[in-house]
């Protein structure tokens, strides 16, 4: 199985800031990463799919980048309803396999 | 708008098996593919297994012979039991939509709010 390993497992962030998130695979995934929010009670939420492809809807302050083993997701100017926690996702071998999470704060 | 539910018991005695039920809305399961995944106390989650519309499936190795996804096309549903149930199992299980293309399904994107299901004595 190809290992996920996101980090941080937390952050903390003052409304305004920009965040980012890393997840680095055990082997190349090709660009097939997905990134989700969810927030306490509620279904996750696709942001991101295929590395940097925004999902119509999503506001353009979150974006991903990277390739062969190393992705990254980020928030330009965090604001209060970006708080939530934040996974990814790839869908480039099966068995799929998610990262560890990162839960966002406010500072 | 393409809705998911889940429903099913929220409690299932260590041994036997756990069945759930997810109603799909807005959607013909008959197009793309249905998963199940599931998120564990402390926050790991994994990717359980998926049927296509064709209805061929496909499992995550871990769970071996244990699992099993069915659909009713009749009704817009697909299942997912999942046989002698330990505590490990404790967990809410997600159904998900997973698109698809040329080269196979990618990711989940709609998804359902999740069931609660506790494997306890």
């Known amino acids: 199985d190809i290992q996920m390993t996101q980090s941080p497992p937390s952050l903390s962030a003052s409304l305004g800031d920009k965040v980012t998130i890393t997840c680095q695979a055990s082997?190349?995934?090709?660009?097939?990463i997905a990134w989700y929010q969810q927030k306490p009670g509620k279904a996750p939420g696709l942001l991101i799919g295929?590395?940097?492809r925004l999902v119509s809807g999503i506001p353009s302050r979150f974006s991903g980048s990277g390739s062969g083993r190393d992705y990254s997701f980020s928030i330009s100017n965090v604001e209060s309803e970006d708080i939530a926690s934040y996974y990814c996702l790839q869908y480039d071998n099966s068995p799929w396999t998610f990262g560890g999470g990162t839960k966002l704060e406010l500072k | 708008e393409v809705q998911l539910q889940e429903s099913g018991p929220g409690l299932v005695k260590p041994s036997q098996s756990l069945s759930l039920t997810c109603s799909v809305t807005?959607?013909?399961?008959?197009?793309?593919?249905w998963g199940w995944i599931r998120k564990f106390p402390g926050n790991k989650m994994e990717w359980m297994g998926y049927i296509s519309y064709s209805g061929s499936t496909s499992y995550n190795p871990s769970l071996k012979s244990r699992i099993s996804i069915t659909r009713d096309t009749s009704k817009n549903q697909f299942f997912l039991q999942l046989n002698s149930v330990t505590t490990e199992d404790t967990a809410t299980y997600y159904c998900?939509?997973?698109?698809?293309?040329?080269?196979?399904?990618?990711?989940?994107?709609?998804w359902g709010q999740g069931v609660m299901v506790t494997v306890s004595s």
């Open positions: 998900a939509r997973v698109p698809f293309n040329w080269a196979g399904p990618y990711y989940f994107d709609y």
């Open positions: 082997q190349n995934i090709n660009k097939y």
């Open positions: 807005g959607y013909s399961i008959t197009s793309n593919y």
């Open positions: 295929y590395t940097s």
